[in-house]
């Protein structure tokens, strides 16, 4: 296992941990076990860019891993939603039956409310960060970029373009990705300087690429993946009509744009050095994963 892939690894442990410890204090019911199957899995990516982005400035993991669990809260919440037949109606995820398919949509509902809530919880912990600042800084952030001017407009844009009368063109998927992928993504890689008070523009720069290239990514997987390896269905984009960076760029033109974006957000760390060979590692990893 490469020290990357170790790394990731160690860091969705302590994550989902965390989670699962949070999650398993609330009161039983449906959806507290529903919160706990819709949190697991998955590689916890921007919880590591929460704790690497932490550790570059000198933040420890039991301080980062609250915040990193924050955002993996609300990225499954997000999951949840999405999967919900009102958006994109999907019966898999994760390899798994979607949370209303093995519940039912009410209990999907309210799970991904919960599991929202929990986030800002997370993020209002006194060990969330190291000063009162940090903590607000990163609880009014996250609010930004989860909302109606982040990841939620993202998806509305998304809903919106499946029945528009023109496809969108690059400059409109790429507003919308920025909102629906790239927003979260963001907020997790600037995490760490925003728990420090430190200057968030590096990691920025890295995020708007990093997340761009994730999405094109997506793309290609969606018309090039393996169902059984990626947990859910596919070519549901070119089943649907709808525009995508594979459609506008074609196939070939799609990976050389992920591989520029790579190359820009590696370049936006040089600034950390050798201490960022692990955030390097991930750009790479985000155009190499096979699901």
Known sequence: MSDFATA????AEKIEARLAAEIAALPDSQVREAMAYAARGGKKLRGFLVMESARLHGIAPEISVQAAAAIEAIHAYSLVHDDLPA????????GQPTVHIK????????????????????????????????????????????????????????????????PLSLDEITALQAGKTGALIEWSACAGPR????????????????????????????????????????????????????????????KARARALIVEAEAAIQVYGDDAAQLRAAAQFVIARSN
């Open 103 to 166: 519940w039912n949509e009410a209990i999907a509902i309210l799970v991904g409310d919960a599991l929202q809530s929990l986030a800002f919880g997370l993020l209002a912990r006194d060990d969330a960060a190291p000063t009162p600042q940090g903590r607000l800084a990163l609880i009014a952030s996250m609010a930004q970029a989860a909302g109606g001017a982040g990841m939620v407009l993202g998806q509305a844009l998304d809903i919106e373009a499946e029945t528009a009368t023109a």
């Open 87 to 94: 958006i994109d109606d999907d019966d898999l995820r994760r």
């Open 8 to 11: 990731l690894h160690s860091a």
């Open 195 to 254: 728990m420090a008070q430190a200057d968030t523009a590096p990691l920025a720069a890295y995020a708007r690429a990093l997340g761009l290239a994730f999405q094109i990514a997506d793309d290609i997987l969606d018309v090039e993946g393996d169902a059984g390896l990626a947990g859910k269905r596919l070519n549901k984009d070119a089943s649907a009509g709808k525009a995508t960076f594979v459609s506008l760029l074609g196939l070939e033109g799609a």
